[in-house]
């Protein structure tokens, strides 16, 4: 059983920091690619960047948070970061951390239905 549960989200004002965290059980990430995503009410589940199964880690990242967010993760730990600064009020969002379907895959993929376990979410707020 795939379990990922993230943690960190909460209140900040603008130009503050979160890091958000997911937790990974029943899979490895250093097999997957892992995913952050994040929702607001009555839109679609956005890709927000991932860190790819090879080596060092390569990351992507949405034009929207280039340069702000940094994903790294720690294999020891089977765990995921999302390391997020200079954040603005359009970050408000539901965020979710999700492991790609196929293991190894040799490209990023950006689509939600490209994930196929996805964490319970974890609300962040950013006020202005």
């Known amino acids: 059983q795939v379990q990922l549960v993230e943690s960190g989200g909460g209140l900040v004002q603008a130009g503050g920091s979160l890091r958000l965290s997911c937790v990974a059980s029943?899979?490895?990430?250093?097999?997957?690619?892992m995913g952050w995503f994040r929702q607001t009410p009555g839109k679609e589940r956005e890709f927000v960047g991932a860190?790819?199964?090879?080596?060092?880690?390569?990351?992507y990242y949405a034009d929207s948070v280039k340069g702000r967010f940094t994903i790294s993760r720690d294999n020891a730990k089977n765990t995921v970061y999302l390391q997020m600064n200079s954040l603005k009020p359009e970050d408000t969002a539901v965020y979710y951390c999700?492991?790609?379907?196929?293991?190894?895959?040799?490209?990023?993929?950006?689509?939600?239905?490209?994930?196929?376990?996805w964490g319970q979410g974890t609300q962040v707020t950013v006020s202005s």
């Open positions: 029943g899979r490895t990430i250093n097999s997957y690619t």
């Open positions: 860190i790819r199964w090879i080596g060092g880690g390569l990351t």
């Open positions: 999700a492991s790609d379907a196929r293991a190894y895959r040799n490209v990023v993929v950006k689509s939600v239905s490209e994930y196929n376990y």
